[in-house]
């Protein structure tokens, strides 16, 4: 069965990701480019089309013309639930890059859109599928850490500003580094714990550092006056079991901690973390152990010479998933879960109150 896929968003993370991961997944052709710079689209063509795959600027004749199996939607923020939602209706299974949406109210309006259309709906949290978080997940899912009261989200970086694109704008992305990469590890966290009823949220957001002039940054200097979102962020999850969660995430924080798209637990047998490659840690016969998993490399999953790469396990699993018609691992209620606690964060720093979900 070949699936034909069209790319809605030619920049960065169609060109870091979506594209180069779909080319490795023999059942697929591009078919289909579309961005607004459309010699954007072009040169995706170029690069990761089949050879009669059309290009457009306008996302509307794109659905409305091409014979598409597939949307991938790898567009700022604000447009995730627009694009998804018209992609859907036109007959079209969509993976939507990460985070779902700007609001809740647009994440349930597309999972609503899903349902109405009976197509699928993923969501791009590739995380899922390095060979730490499998390997973690297993562990959680067959009760080996017991309950799971206790995790943290981490996605801090010390300085690792975005300086492209529209990733300072407030306005196309709904925040910074929180919804950026605090995403992933909040995702990894809940998907880890099987938890997905938060009950209420407390949170802030800091600008103490984007004002910074000629900042040392790993993509060079930020303009402060365009930095309109949060340099990082912290909330505090209670769930609904009593279970709570920590994050934390930045993109310019004075701290030599820094770790991204990781996750701690702890649980009533046992905790694991993520830290410095994957420990689990606990108590057996009256004595306290730590266990270093000791992940092969070389030639193997997510490792050089491999090719297995998460993106490209990510591809794989959801085109099968279309193809065997399974449900996809990142289902669509997960991540608007995801999406719920964000926003809850972002008002409860602009509120000053916890927010009640």
């Given amino acids: ?10 920049g960065g993370i169609a060109n870091g990701k979506h594209m180069p991961a779909l080319s490795q997944v023999e059942e697929v052709e591009m078919v289909a480019f579309c961005d607004l710079l459309v010699e954007r689209a072009v040169e995706a063509k170029s690069a990761f089309g089949t050879e009669d795959a059309q290009v457009f600027s306008d996302y509307q004749e794109m659905l409305a013309q091409a014979d598409l199996d597939v949307i991938h939607v790898c567009t700022p923020n604000a447009s995730h639930a627009e694009l998804t939602i018209a992609a859907l209706e036109a007959d079209c299974h969509v993976m ?34 390095r060979k730490d978080s499998r390997y973690l997940h297993e562990v959680c ?59 209420f949220v ?19 200097p930020w303009d402060p006056e365009k930095f309109s979102v949060e340099d990082s962020a912290f909330g505090f999850v209670v769930m609904e079991d ?13 701290s030599l901690d820094v770790k991204e798209a990781k996750t701690t637990l702890m649980g009533s047998k046992a905790g694991a973390d993520m830290n410095n490659g994957l420990t689990i ?5 009256s004595l306290l152990y730590e266990k270093n998993i000791e992940l092969e490399t070389g030639g193997v999953d997510f490792y050089e010479g491999n090719g297995e790469t998460p993106e490209i396990l990510e591809a794989q699993s959801w085109i099968h998933a279309i193809i065997n018609d399974t449900e996809p691992v990142v289902k669509p209620e997960e991540a608007m879960v995801v999406t719920e606690i964000l926003e809850a964060i ?6 000053g109150e916890p927010v009640y979900l």
């Fill in 346 to 351: 972002y008002k409860s720093s602009q509120t």
């Fill in 281 to 285: 840690n606990g108590e057996d016969h």
């Fill in 1 to 10: 069965m070949t699936v034909k896929v069209g790319i809605i968003g030619c």
């Fill in 242 to 254: 009593g279970a709570t969660i920590f994050l934390e995430a930045s993109w310019a924080l004075n």
């Fill in 141 to 199: 899912a067959e009760g080996q850490l017991g309950n799971i009261y206790f995790g943290k989200a981490h996605a801090i970086r010390r300085r690792a500003v975005p300086t492209w694109g529209v990733f300072l704008d407030e306005e196309a992305q709904g925040g910074g580094p929180l919804i950026d990469i605090g995403t992933h590890a909040l995702d990894l966290t809940l998907w880890m714990m099987n938890n997905y009823k938060p009950k």
């Fill in 96 to 129: 939507c890059e990460k985070p779902m949406a700007k609001t809740a109210a647009e994440a349930k309006a597309m999972i609503e859109a899903a349902n109405r259309t009976g197509k699928k709906l993923t969501i791009g949290y590739q995380n899922r599928f």
């Fill in 202 to 220: 407390v949170g802030k957001a800091y600008h103490e550092l984007s004002q910074t002039k000629n900042a040392a940054n790993a993509w060079g």
